[in-house]
């Protein structure tokens, strides 16, 4: 088993299917988490 995770996001369009469309944008965070071992976070330049 890979001991590392892979993180691909979603399908293609998701943001364009919700009403209304929601991209992510410059000062987005966007914030990963695993229990027991931490956390990492992104802010979208």
Known sequence: MDPFPHLTGTPAGVGMGRTPARYLAS????RTSIDGIG???HVLR
Request: proline share 0%; glycine share 14%.
């Open 27 to 30: 000062g987005d965070e966007v």
């Open 39 to 41: 956390e990492m976070t």
